[in-house]
């Protein structure tokens, strides 16, 4: 199913068909301010499971996610008053955080270190579909097993094929992507350039 969201202003009628999607365990491919993500529910174990195949990805290797919003993200991880601001003034934004996950978080979306990946992208179809289920969704990029990353949605929905419930079309994606920022232990440090001034962890 390829679905036409407005990315300005998405329509509600739509973004509640995805969001019931999600809700029942389904995937879907969906734009962020980045690239084409592939997601579900992070509470939904065989989705996730499924997504860990489609992108020959190993186990130990956990996906991140997106949050709707800075509360939305204390709910998931231990956020210190340093991690706050510092998210408080990039995000909505390309950035993905390394923070240290809290209990909420299920077991498969952790690393031994116990940290977890956050985003929250300046996309208004990802805040909506997040607010609409009550729960993150993971965020990984759109790509064949060759690593190359898929910008079209037409062409995300034929490559996927039935293996995806849902590929929301949402315009044209940079297709870069995001700088990540670890912050544990107050410590600030860039894992990855991409997208985004990183000049305040320098």
Same mark, same amino acid.
């Given at each position: 199913?390829?679905?036409k969201?407005?990315p300005?202003?998405?329509?509600? %009628?739509?973004?509640?068909k995805?969001?019931?999607?999600?809700k029942?365990?389904?995937?879907?491919?969906?734009?962020?301010?980045?690239?084409?993500g592939?997601?579900?529910?992070?509470?939904?174990?065989?989705?996730?499971?499924?997504?860990?195949?489609?992108?020959?990805?190993?186990?130990?290797?956990?996906?991140?996610?997106?949050?709707?919003?800075?509360?939305?993200?204390?709910?998931?991880?231990?956020?210190?008053?340093?991690?706050?601001?510092?998210?408080? %003034?990039?995000?909505?934004?390309?950035?993905?955080?390394?923070?240290?996950?809290?209990?909420?978080?299920?077991?498969i979306?952790?690393?031994?270190?116990?940290?977890?990946?956050? %985003?929250?992208?300046?996309?208004?179809?990802?805040?909506?579909?997040?607010k609409?289920?009550?729960?993150?969704?993971?965020?990984?990029?759109?790509?064949?097993?060759?690593?190359?990353?898929?910008?079209?949605?037409?062409?995300?929905?034929?490559?996927f094929?039935?293996r995806?419930?849902?590929?929301?079309?949402?315009?044209?994606?940079?297709?870069?992507?995001?700088?990540?920022?670890?912050?544990?232990?107050?410590?600030?440090?860039?894992? %990855?350039?991409?997208?985004?001034?990183?000049?305040?962890?320098?």
């Open positions: 199913m390829l679905l969201i407005n300005i202003n998405p329509q509600v %009628r739509l973004v509640d995805v969001s019931a999607i999600l029942r365990g389904g995937i879907i491919a969906y734009p962020t301010d980045t690239h084409y592939i997601g579900c529910d992070i509470f939904h174990k065989k989705s996730i499971e499924a997504i860990y195949q489609l992108k020959q990805r190993p186990k130990h290797k956990p996906f991140s996610f997106i949050c709707s919003d800075l509360k939305n993200i204390s709910h998931f991880a231990k956020v210190s008053n340093y991690a706050y601001k510092t998210m408080k %003034r990039l995000l909505p934004g390309p950035y993905t955080f390394v923070l240290e996950g809290s209990r909420m978080v299920p077991k979306m952790l690393t031994k270190r116990k940290t977890v990946g956050i %985003r929250v992208p300046d996309n208004k179809i990802c805040i909506e579909l997040i609409a289920i009550g729960n993150p969704i993971i965020s990984t990029s759109a790509t064949t097993p060759a690593s190359d990353i898929l910008h079209d949605p037409s062409l995300i929905h034929d490559y094929g039935k995806i419930d849902a590929v929301i079309d949402g315009g044209p994606i940079s297709g870069s992507p995001s700088s990540i920022i670890s912050l544990i232990n107050d410590e600030p440090e860039v894992i %990855r350039e991409g997208l985004g001034d990183i000049s305040l962890f320098q």
